[in-house]
C-alpha cells in the first residue's frame, strides 16, 4: 500500500487510514467494529483517525480492543477535548 509521511512526525502512514466517528456508540455492533478495524489493519491500513468525543470515549475503547496485540504497526491520532 502506497504511504506517505504523516505531517511532520517522521513516521509514514499507509494513503488509506479509518476514521473512528461512528465506533463505540453501541454495544451490539462492538465486535462488527473491532473486526472491521482489524481487517483493515491486516489489509495494510496503519492509522485511525478517533477522539475522546466520539460515542462518549467509546470509540476509543473500540480502537483500544481492535489494535490490542497490534498496536507496533499502528499510528492513531486522537484529540483530548478536556484541555
Known amino acids: 500500500m502506497l504511504v506517505r509521511p504523516f505531517g511532520g512526525t517522521g513516521v509514514k502512514v499507509a494513503v488509506i487510514g479509518q476514521g473512528a466517528w461512528g465506533m463505540g456508540e453501541s ?3 462492538e465486535k462488527d467494529e473491532i473486526a472491521a478495524l482489524r481487517l483493515g489493519v491486516e489489509l495494510g491500513m496503519t492509522h485511525i483517525d478517533t477522539a475522546e468525543m466520539y460515542a462518549d470515549g ?5 480502537v ?3 489494535v ?3 498496536r507496533a504497526g499502528v499510528s492513531l491520532a486522537t484529540m483530548d477535548t478536556a484541555h
Open 64 to 66: 483500544g480492543r481492535a
Open 27 to 29: 454495544r451490539r455492533t
Open 68 to 70: 490490542e496485540g497490534r
Open 58 to 62: 467509546g470509540s476509543e475503547r473500540v
